[in-house]
């Protein structure tokens, strides 16, 4: 028999992402990131794959990182890459990377102008860091809550023909523009200010207007009131349009071809985080406002306004599919074969190239362009036995059907029992799906090699599954999740599968939380571990960066409705915990601040519960490095085999 992958081969496979196809429909770049484990990081290089030559390249080969590919109207490829720490956007100019921006706060992203003659680019704007930087150097370094405000603003810059970008950068360094005086740097701000932090924007096909999505701040609270805004090249004037908020805060906003629609996504019904959200199309000249995708009740991701359509992703329960809407209001499928999750796409003006990253029930994830992979990622799983995962149904409580991944042995005997681990995603709008596993946190292919079978539950309120199976955990977060979980679980002991003596279950953010419910909430589970979750509503909802998040599913704040906090909080049930605990969580989290992890570990201690706290020092809410991935592994891997197999 092969051998399964082990945790350092997984962590080991290039991750790929970001694939953008040029404009001729002959060359395809995306970004792979691979695993330095000497400097204990994650390198990121965008790659390039010309149909013609059957060639490949790599951008910034080396210590610099390279990502965000996007090509122009006239085939150039630009970059983002790393300078000093800072993004600065790259073009490839007769094969070599030439730096085309220089601004001191680095750029976030950036586009190419409608004419290839320049780029357009958000940056944090150096206004309010210059004057931080000059107050801590009188005072010391302090702050004030909700009064400092940062932003991003919108900028500009010319960029050459290749042979003047060559010539440029042969200059001495101290000889280029980068010290003219502000109206005569080569990057020019466009707008941007503390009532306008620009989410995203999108330049007309004529480049007379920019249309843009910009918040009174750059905090959670500020970015749900963002607004849609009309930008005037001519006479720099920014207007409001008259478009309802909220809108979804990703500040994806397109031009159509004609330049004479915008179309913008926004949440529907009750209009919180988790409610499905359309795309809203503006007629900028009839002021009329319509919703076309909104009868196929899941997100809808815009990719591209082509042009013969409108371009975009959806998820459709375990799969995820690439579609086009017509010009004349047709749903056309592009990539929609039962089976395929196309996570990204990217497609030209004229609609007649497609590139996305799609994997299959039974292949990786590789990048193709028109349906031909051009990477070969399967090389990495050929040799090795790997788990069988299938979609199974069942019943929870109140009725409502549940999904969820079976992931056994290939040679799995189901004439006896096994012990069952339970895993639970993040989001809570996220999902799991059938695909050759790639998880850097949990070892799923050792502990199925070890006997074990595992469930990944797409509980109440994951997508794929419609607007309303979304609000079913609405003031009810933990509670129903629970019993999405254990009426699985109930299933599988009812098939003869699963022991029920010997059950687990493990999760990372909102699942580490659903983890930490089951550990204080039922005595059912032999072990758990709680991976950057949540024990406490109120200690989340007072430190977190998202503020908004908990009153968009609970409803209130934790001061005028104190019992949906503590009905739907871990810690609110410690004192009935039993189960061994393993609890691993970042440091630096911003997401759930760590607070919460040593609230749950002082209370399960105080219990006289099992339970172990791991924390990673220095980082935030996911792991950064490949060695803490590897920790993160190990650790669940000893825990559950010394729990349920007495190792």
């Given at each position: 028999m092969k ?5 350092e ?23 792979e990131?691979?695993t330095d484990?000497?400097k204990?990081e994650?390198?990121e290089?965008?790659?390039?794959y010309?149909?013609?030559?059957e060639?490949k390249?790599t951008?910034e080969?080396?210590s610099a990182?390279s990502s ?7 085939n150039?490829l ?9 993004g600065?956007?790259f ?9 085309v921006?220089?601004?001191?706060t ?5 586009q190419w102008?409608p004419?290839g003659?320049?780029i ?11 004057a931080?930087?000059k107050?801590?150097e009188?005072?010391?370094d302090f702050?004030?809550?909700e009064r400092d405000r940062?932003?991003?603003?919108l900028y500009f810059?010319e960029v ?5 970008l060559i010539?440029?950068?042969s200059?001495?360094?101290d ?8 109206d005569?740097?080569?990057e020019r ?5 503390e ?12 480049s ?8 009174p701040g ?7 009131d963002?607004k849609?805004y009309l ?14 908020r909220?809108?979804?805060?990703s500040g ?6 004609d330049?004479?629609k ?15 959200t359309?795309?809203e199309?503006l007629?900028l000249k ?5 919703r076309p ?5 899941e997100c809808?991701f815009p990719v591209?306004?082509?042009?013969k ?5 959806i ?9 086009m809407m017509?010009?004349?209001?047709k749903i056309?499928?592009l990539?929609d074969?039962?089976?395929t999750?196309s ?8 609609g007649?190239s497609l590139?996305?990253?799609t994997a299959?029930?039974?292949k990786?994830?590789e990048?193709?362009?028109?349906g031909?992979?051009?990477?070969d990622?399967t090389?990495y799983?050929?040799s090795k036995?790997?788990?069988h995962k299938?979609v199974?149904?069942w019943?929870s409580?109140?009725g409502?059907e549940i999904?969820g ?7 799995l005997?189901e ?19 059938p695909?050759p ?6 070892p799923?292919?050792?502990?199925v ?5 595992l469930?990944?539950?797409?509980y109440?309120?994951?997508s ?6 979304r609000?079913?955990n609405?003031?009810n ?12 679980v ?26 930490a419910?089951?550990?204080?909430y039922?005595?059912?589970f032999?072990?758990?571990s ?5 024990s406490?509503?109120?200690?989340y909802?007072v ?8 009153r968009h599913?609970?409803g209130?704040?934790p001061?005028?409705d104190p019992e949906?906090?503590a ?5 609110t049930y410690i004192?009935k915990?039993n189960t061994?605990?393993l609890i691993q969580h970042?440091d630096q989290?911003?997401?759930?601040p760590?607070p ?9 201690k105080?219990?006289?519960?099992p339970v172990e ?17 590897r920790?993160?592994m190990k650790?669940?891997f000893a825990?559950f085999?010394h729990y349920l197999?007495?190792?």
């Open positions: 051998p399964y992958l082990t945790m081969e997984i962590i080991s496979i290039p991750r790929l992402s970001q694939p953008a196809v040029s404009e001729d429909g002959c060359k395809v770049a995306w970004v990131t691979t484990w000497d204990n994650y390198p290089h965008v790659q390039v010309d149909t013609r030559t060639t390249i951008l080969a080396g990182s965000s590919p996007a090509w122009s109207t006239t150039r630009a970059w983002l890459g790393l300078r000093d720490g800072l600065q956007v073009v490839l100019a007769e094969g070599k990377p030439i730096q921006t220089s601004i001191e680095g750029v976030i992203s950036f102008a004419d003659k320049g357009y680019f958000i940056a944090p704007d150096l206004k309010c860091q210059e931080f930087e107050r801590k009188l005072y010391g702050s004030y809550a940062t932003w991003n603003s810059r050459g023909p290749d042979e003047d010539k440029a950068n200059t001495p360094k000889l280029r523009q980068e010290d003219q005086q502000d005569q740097k080569p701000k466009l707008f941007g200010d009532n306008h932090h620009v989410l995203g924007f999108a330049v007309s096909p004529d007379r207007s920019i249309a843009t999505i910009a918040a750059s905090d959670s609270e500020a970015i749900e963002a849609v930008f005037d090249m001519a006479t720099s004037e920014l207007k409001e349009l008259p478009v309802s909220p809108l979804d805060n994806v906003v397109l031009f159509s071809p330049g004479n915008v179309c913008y996504g926004r949440p529907i019904n009750e209009g919180k985080w988790l409610n499905v359309t795309l199309i007629d009839s002021g009329d406002i319509s995708l909104i009868d196929l009740d809808t591209r306004w082509s042009d359509g409108l371009v975009f992703a998820q459709h329960r375990t799969d995820y599919y690439v579609y017509d010009n004349e209001g056309v499928p990539l074969e039962p089976g999750v996570l990204s796409a990217a497609v030209t003006q004229k007649d590139a996305t990253l299959t029930r039974d990786p994830f990048i193709y362009l028109n031909k992979a051009v990477t990622q090389r799983y050929d036995t790997l788990s299938e199974v149904t019943q409580k109140d409502t999904e991944i079976l992931i056994t042995a290939p040679d005997d004439k006896k029992t096994h012990p069952l681990l339970v895993v639970v995603h993040g989001g809570p709008t996220w999902a799991a799906f695909t596993t790639s998880n850097l946190y949990y799923y292919e050792q502990f090699e070890r006997g074990f079978i469930l990944d539950v797409n109440r309120g994951s794929g599954y419609g607007d309303s199976f609000k079913l609405y003031r977060l933990g509670i129903g999740d629970y019993e999405d979980v254990i009426s699985g109930d299933m599988l002991v009812e098939k003869g599968l699963a022991d029920r003596e010997r059950v687990g279950i493990m999760g990372w953010s909102q699942g580490g939380y659903i983890s419910m089951c550990a204080t039922s005595t059912r032999k072990a758990v709680v991976g950057a979750g949540i406490n509503w109120y200690t909802y430190n977190t960066d998202i503020t908004p998040f908990t599913y609970l209130d704040t001061w005028n949906i906090y009905k739907t909080s871990p810690i004192r915990a061994p605990t970042g989290d911003p997401r759930v760590y919460n992890a040593k609230e749950l570990y002082r209370g399960l105080d219990k006289g519960v706290l791991v924390t990673f020092k220095g980082m935030g809410h996911n792991p950064k490095k490949p060695g803490f991935h920790a993160i650790q669940n825990w085999c197999l007495g190792e």
